[in-house]
């Protein structure tokens, strides 16, 4: 067995564990804990524990707190600007590439998947679809750093875009991404595919930043 292996598929496993404890709601925004607390929550020893907290520190999912543990950082404005001043550029440039260079296969997956999501009702079934479409976008693109970036900004969308999911807008958005991706001629004008998904990446921007913003009120 490669000890090298073992040691970063645990603090592998670890991440995911933690981070599903987060996107589920099972540590609340703005909470602290600190080491001991979640080795003993999620049963994982020392060293996976403190690198997975170094990688959601690293992604701004958790702040450090010296001497005091951990806080969950919340989604308020701060974020919301922090995330799109990235997103808005990478996810149309993903969509972009993967329209060059996606697959019958990848292709024929994107629809299956933008089936479900289009047909779906339940939140969190959304968030898992959606998070699956762009994994596919991503693997399309055969960037190896557009993989990375989407991989490091996924949590916070799934936080950020769970909030707007539960409005009518966030519904109504997300219902007519499935459609995008559905229609099937998204590949034939790269460019144009671009365009379009800043256009909509610029819309969900404004209507949460608008729906925090009455919430921090």
């Not at 089936?115 to 994994?135: H, K, N, Q, Y």
């Not at 991503?138 to 557009?146: D, G, V």
């Not at 949590?155 to 958005?173: A, D, N, T």
């Not at 998204?186 to 256009?199: F, H, N, R, S, V």
Request: aromatic content about 8%; glycine content about 6%; charged content about 30%.
């Amino acid at each position: 067995m490669n000890l090298e292996t073992t040691k970063i598929s645990l603090a592998e496993q670890c991440y995911e564990h933690i981070r599903k404890l987060i996107l589920d709601g099972e540590i609340e925004a703005g909470s602290r804990f600190n080491e001991k607390e979640l080795i003993e929550r999620v049963g994982f020893g020392r060293t996976p524990v403190r690198e997975a907290l170094a990688r959601l520190d690293m992604e701004g999912i958790i702040q450090t707190m010296p001497r005091a543990g951990y806080v969950l950082s919340k989604i308020d404005l701060a974020a919301i600007e922090d995330h799109f001043l990235v997103w808005r550029f990478v996810g149309p440039k993903i969509v972009r590439k993967a329209a060059e260079n996606i697959t019958e296969d990848e292709k024929s997956l994107l629809e299956r998947y933008s089936r479900e999501m289009s047909a779906g009702t339940e939140l969190d079934e959304w968030l898992r679809v959606s998070a699956i479409i762009f994994d596919i976008l991503t693997e399309a693109t055969q960037s190896p750093n557009l993989t990375y970036i989407n991989r490091r900004l996924s949590c916070q969308m799934h936080r950020i875009y769970g909030l707007y999911f539960r409005s009518e807008h966030g519904e109504r958005w997300l219902r007519d991404q499935s459609d995008f991706f559905l229609r099937g001629d998204w590949t034939a004008d790269p460019e144009l595919a671009e365009l379009q998904m800043k256009a909509a990446i610029r819309h969900a921007y404004i209507e949460i930043r608008e729906m925090i913003a009455a919430a921090e009120d």
